[in-house]
């Protein structure tokens, strides 16, 4: 019987995921990605430069082969490794098949020259790679998985506030939009539900082995000595 993630059970996390997208959907239809972008960037003092330029590799990649080896060497956890790997699997190759499908410039070629001026030295990147965010994509995705696979389902809000606040240094970086960060989230969530549903059910998508017996095959090939008849 095949098992299926416990989305009930963690519902604060997903209504809040819902209620993020929901808030962030109406912010850019009133007012449109620039004006966004820009009204989430008005406070930056060097405190919080510091923080967010190291707090945002807990989207990238080596942070989450760290946790899945922790997940799956240290506590022995094999399923929640195994969902947390494939979880990190599938929102990078949604998240880099519409980068190469969407020219989106980020946000250093975007804006014109004194249109935004809180762009980080050695951070900002320009390159047309900004639609969808890859880091939030991860972060929301490792997060999915650990809220729906924790026994204690109480740090639910916590694991959501650690996801978004990947998704806002990428705006704070000024290497995304809020759309991109809002879609990399949607992604993220949807690979952290599948990635729990094929780590569960491993065992039962398994293809049932071919059994091979030489010697029964042989004797049906060429026929037993009791099975032949004299004259």
Known sequence: MKRRPDVCSCSWYFCSVLLMTFISGLMLMAHGKSACFISLNNYHPFWLNVFFINYTFV???????????????????????????????????????????????????????????????????????????????????????????????????????AAATVGYSRIYLAQHFLLDVMIGAVIGTASGILAVYFALNLNALKLPAIKWHPAKNNNRQSGSPSSIQTA
């Not at 989106?104 to 935004?116: I, S, V, W």
């Not at 639609?131 to 026994?151: I, K, Q």
């Open 59 to 161: 989207g990238d990649g080596i942070f989450a082969f760290c946790l899945i080896a922790i997940a799956w060497l240290f506590f022995k956890r094999k399923e929640e490794g195994k969902a947390l790997l494939i979880s990190f699997i599938l929102s990078g190759l949604a998240t880099q098949i519409i980068k190469n499908l969407v020219n989106a410039p980020r946000p250093k070629l975007y804006f014109e020259a004194g249109q935004y001026l809180h762009f980080i030295d050695g951070v900002s990147l320009a390159n047309n790679s900004s639609f969808p965010s890859g880091h939030t994509a991860t972060a929301f995705a490792l997060a999915t998985v650990l809220v729906l696979m924790a026994r204690n389902k109480n740090a639910q809000l916590v694991v959501l506030l």
